[in-house]
């Protein structure tokens, strides 16, 4: 059974529209990120929330907002979608946010942007 | 500003043959290391990881990894390869100094095993 549930797997958008991101992990950890894979960059992280409380925010636009609505959820919102957005986006998990700790990761939505 | 180097993008090798692959990072103290690999279409899946003492770590598929202070490397190493291996594969660290939480990673070495 995935641990790491990730929808939808493929996602199309115009451009200009908002999107959301799902993510549920039954892991029963206590901490959630969000990283992001484009053709033009590495893996980067965007996002860590510990008990639904944001920690680390890397993101540079506020276009991207994390939701959490359980301690088991954490969905991202993407508004006024760019083509440059089009990207596979990773939901992860940690047993908590102490320093080191091992974040299994979620299969992935692919979004495109139009 | 803190960095993880994957040197080369693409390795082949043939199936029994050893594997290393190479990773760098750039930081003024000890970070957490990890390697991670990514079938194709998938997510990433953890292979072993490295916090401090003994500097050889041992991982799953025998994989093994051995982390480098002086030379700042933390290199991966399979002895004999399997078909099965073929896959991205992801060198990432998380900085003491900032909570440890955010991982980076290297761009990734894409590895093909041929028959």
């Not at chain 1, 639904?52 to 993101?59: G, V, Y």
């Not at chain 2, 399979?78 to 998380?94: E, G, I």
Request: aromatic letters at 14%.
């Amino acid at each position: 059974d995935p641990k790491i549930i990730q929808k939808p797997k493929y996602l199309v958008a115009v451009t200009g529209s908002e999107k959301i991101l799902i993510c549920e992990q039954y892991l029963g950890h206590n901490a959630m990120y969000w990283y992001r894979q484009s053709a033009k960059k590495p893996l980067e992280f965007m996002f860590s929330y510990s008990y639904q409380k944001l920690m680390d925010n890397q993101t540079a636009s506020s276009r991207f907002q994390p939701q959490s609505s359980k301690k088991n959820h954490l969905d991202l919102q993407i508004t006024a979608l760019k083509p440059d957005d089009s990207a596979t986006y990773f939901c992860a998990s940690s047993q908590d946010v102490l320093g080191g700790r091992e974040q299994y990761f979620g299969p992935g939505t692919r979004l495109t942007v139009l | 500003a803190q960095s993880v180097t994957q040197p080369d993008a693409r390795v082949t090798v043939s199936e029994g043959a050893s594997l290393q692959l190479r990773c760098k990072y750039s930081y003024s103290g000890t970070p957490y290391l990890f390697w991670y690999v990514q079938y194709q279409r998938q997510g990433l899946q953890l292979l072993l990881k490295y916090y401090s003492g003994d500097p050889v770590v041992q991982g799953v598929n025998g994989f093994e990894a051995e982390f480098s202070k002086s030379d700042s490397s933390f290199h991966l190493r399979k002895a004999s390869v399997h078909w099965s291996d073929s896959a991205v594969y992801f060198c990432a660290a998380s900085m003491v100094s900032q909570g440890g939480r955010a991982l980076i990673f290297g761009t990734g070495t894409t590895v093909s095993v041929s028959p």
